[in-house]
């Protein structure tokens, strides 16, 4: 018999039966290896989509198989163990079909009707006031799509991380707030990772871990803030990697935020950081100065504010950090406004005085120069010779290309100070760090730290 027509066959009644997401996602992988004696040969992915089938589709699978192939046919599976070594194991179907109907496989927390909760969330962070740039496009548009379908996309879990202001919390209650709106039957939830210690400690003491367990099971759409308060608490982990689990096979959606990427959380279990990594990672960055300019004019709006462009351009070219501090300038200014009855150039400036360095900054190539060194634990001397260590040969590199950037030296003048090399070299080097900044981000990041002490001043 032709195995691949019968598991063609197979495929289309299984698709008959089950939504487009969960068919593209656990079927369109398998592939089938031979039907011989009886028993029909499927290969898997991995570990987990074998578990996965013979928890939630083994009903379908089977009945299936019966229907297309045979009565009786047994059912086993070929697991992909490490596509490195192309190490396989094979183990045989176990799970017994069930006399009822197939029917969609639901949760079981599902079947009954639980009494509503407090999602916790802020309604005051929504998508139409979350303003969209480069900065955070990628997070946003998930974001989104999370909202209309929460659990059934690709983006499980939603994994977002970034410095502190850029825009992560607002983001996720944004989301939450989409999807109670959309589905209000769903249980969603947001938690700050310290609160969830804190609740997970006092059921330790109370002794009751079995309910806080299977309260958190319940949830469609859980948000965990700031989870790299997670690090070295092993027990919370531990607790955590459970629900995770538990919600992720159930298909429901996990939103998690960090002060920094998956890859540099330290003191984290290495199977959380995993699983952290199965769906979207993405960084929100600190907003440039179209956003920024975007932002204010939206909050500007929004509170029905007179300010001129001149002012909304001074502001976005000063207040860099992050977006709290562009919210706070517009309260600081209203405030001053009612002494003055206006808001100019000169009220904006005695307010960002107070909360910025605006004084311009003399940058030097020797000042490039001594910070880059600095940044890097390197001595200045360093980058002056001829070494071709990698790290100083980085460092020499991303001195040239902030000299070319921050002063008005030709090429010539800044290879003559960095170790007198041409003006070819120069070139060459800002070459360099350009396709490295697309292309690496702890390298873009190192960048932009010398460039923010630079700006300071240190």
């Not at 989104?144 to 929460?150: D, F, K, T, V, W």
Request: glycine letters at 4%.
């Amino acid at each position: 018999m032709d195995y691949v027509k019968l598991w063609d066959n197979c495929l289309r009644v299984i698709k008959d039966n089950i939504n487009e997401t969960a068919f593209e996602t656990w079927f369109a992988p398998v592939v089938p290896l031979g039907y011989k004696d009886n028993e029909f040969v499927i290969q898997v992915p991995s570990q987990f989509f074998y578990e996965y089938i013979e928890e939630k589709y083994i009903d379908l699978l089977r009945k299936t198989l019966y229907r297309e192939v045979g009565e009786g046919t047994q059912l086993k599976y070929r697991i992909v163990m490490d596509k490195a070594t192309k190490t396989v194991t094979e183990l045989p179907s176990v799970k017994k079909v069930s006399n009822s109907p197939v029917t969609m496989v639901n949760n079981p927390f599902e079947k009954t009707v639980l009494k509503d909760i407090n999602p916790q969330l802020n309604s005051k962070y929504s998508f139409d006031n979350f303003v969209e740039g480069k900065a955070n496009k990628l997070a946003r548009v998930a974001g989104l799509s999370i909202a209309a379908n929460p659990g059934d996309t690709a983006f499980n879990p939603l994994f977002l991380y970034g410095q502190s202001g850029v825009g992560k919390t607002h983001l996720v209650h944004a989301i939450g707030s989409a999807v109670k709106e959309r589905f209000p039957e769903k249980r969603v939830l947001y938690v700050s990772a310290n609160q969830f210690q804190i609740q997970y400690t006092d059921a330790v003491r109370r002794n009751t871990t079995n309910d806080f367990l299977n309260f958190y099971q319940t949830i469609d759409v859980l948000i965990i803030d700031d989870i790299q308060e997670f690090a070295g608490k092993t027990q919370t982990q531990n607790t955590f990697f459970n629900i995770f689990n538990h919600l992720h096979q159930s298909r429901k959606q996990l939103i998690l935020t960090c002060d920094r990427s998956p890859a540099l959380i330290q003191g984290m279990e290495q199977r959380l950081l995993t699983r952290f990594k199965w769906g979207l990672t993405a960084e929100l960055e600190k907003p440039d100065f179209e956003l920024r300019k975007a932002i204010l004019q939206h909050k500007i709006y929004k509170d029905g504010l007179d300010i001129s462009e001149e002012v909304v351009d001074f502001i976005a070219e000063n207040m860099v950090e992050n977006i709290r501090d562009l919210e706070g300038i517009i309260v600081s200014l209203l405030a001053h406004s009612m002494l003055t009855n206006s808001i100019d150039l000169n009220l904006a400036e005695t307010v960002v005085k107070k909360l910025v360095n605006i004084e311009p900054v003399s940058i030097t190539i020797e000042k490039i120069r001594d910070t880059v060194c600095s940044h890097f634990n390197l001595e200045l001397a360093a980058i002056l010779t001829q070494s071709r260590k990698r790290e100083v040969v980085q460092a020499r590199q991303i001195a040239m290309y902030l000299s070319k950037q921050y002063t008005k030296h030709s090429l010539s003048a800044i290879g003559h100070g960095i170790g007198n090399r041409d003006h070819a070299t120069v070139l060459h080097a800002c070459k360099t760090v350009c396709d490295l900044m697309s292309t690496d981000k702890h390298f873009k990041t190192n960048v932009q730290e010398i460039e923010a002490k630079l700006k300071k001043g240190y």
